[in-house]
Structures are given as C-alpha cells and as structure tokens.
C-alpha cells in the first residue's frame, strides 16, 4: 500500500508540475506572443529547471498542443450553434458580432500577441486549430441565415469573414468606435455586400 501511495504521489506532483508549465507558458504567450516566450522564460515562472521542462515538453509541439488546448478549454469563444434560433439574417449577424466583439473587448490584449505572431510565423498556425474551428463554424452559421444565391455566396463569405476578424474589430476601435457602433456598421456592410448586384427581396 505504502509503494502505491508513493507511486500515486509522484504521479500526482509530476501532473501538477506539467500543469504550472502550461499556464506558465500561456501567460507568457498571452503577454509577450509565443515567438517571444523562451523556455527559460516558461521555467523561471513555473518554478522548475529546464531538465524538469524538457522531461514534460521534449518538443515546442508538445508544448503548443498542451497549451492552446488549455487555452480554449479555459477561455472558449461565444458558441456560435446557439445563434441558430435567430432566423433573420442580419438580427443573427448582429447577435454573432456582439458576442464576438464583446469577447474580443475582454481578451484583446492576449488575441493580440498571439494573432500578430501567428501572421509573421504561419508553421505556428496547426496550433491554433480550436480557433480557426470556431472561425470557421461562426461563418458557416452567420452565412447560413441568408438566402442562398450562386452569384453572391463569394462576396457574401468575403464580407462575413472580414467582419469577424479580430483585426477589422481592432482596427474598427482604434477609429473610435464602440463594440455597438462597429456591429451596426458591419450589419450594414455585410448587407450591402450582398445585395450588391440585386435587390434584397425577402429580407427584412
């Protein structure tokens, strides 16, 4: 009894040093960016040595994986299948980008660093698939609420996706607007994206 208790233990502390490790290096990348986060960085604040690092985390893969998983699983972004109740296409649009805008508001600074590293190193992107999942099922829901016509589907996708960047709603404060006032002006753009080339009969 006494050895499975030790052996119980020791698991327990090595799950809790792998622990310190991952949050560790979440802060850091959602202070610095990941690019800039080293390993000794990571070690100092989890209060460990860097053997006690490696025998974790033999590979920055190992170390990404652990923590974009416990990242998301900690902070997910607005589920986008519960905007599937609103029937109108632009109250569902507008419903989306609040949330969106709202949540954005709350982790600008950390989506910040890590977006910026993620455009200059692209091999960083495998590591960021929860988000680009969530990107992509946000637009497929908020695409979905608008009549299905073959010569605007293209534009309609283009617009959608430029209103939930995380980049257009920086770029959108930084002008002075509020999270409301930049929603309504996306509405209006992704709707006059749209109807481009015809008329919006049906659609309120």
Partial sequence: ???KYTLKRRAERQAETRQRIVEATVKLHTTVGPTRTTVAAIAARAGVERPTFYRHFPTLKDLFSACSSH????NPG????LWLAVN???ARLRQGLAQLYAYYERNQNGM????????DMPELRPFASHRIA????????LAGAWPKRASRQKRLAAAIAHAV???????????GLSNEEAVEL???FVGSCYAAGGGRSGIS
């Fill in 134 to 141: 969530h990107r992509k099922r946000v637009c497929e829901v």
């Fill in 71 to 74: 990242g998301w699983k900690a």
């Fill in 1 to 3: 009894m006494a050895r």
């Fill in 165 to 175: 960047d995380f980049f257009t709603w920086r770029s959108l404060r930084r002008q």
């Fill in 78 to 81: 607005p589920d986008p299948d």
């Fill in 88 to 90: 109108d296409p632009d």
């Fill in 112 to 119: 910040w660093v890590i977006l910026r590293d993620l455009e």
């Fill in 186 to 188: 996306m509405v209006g």
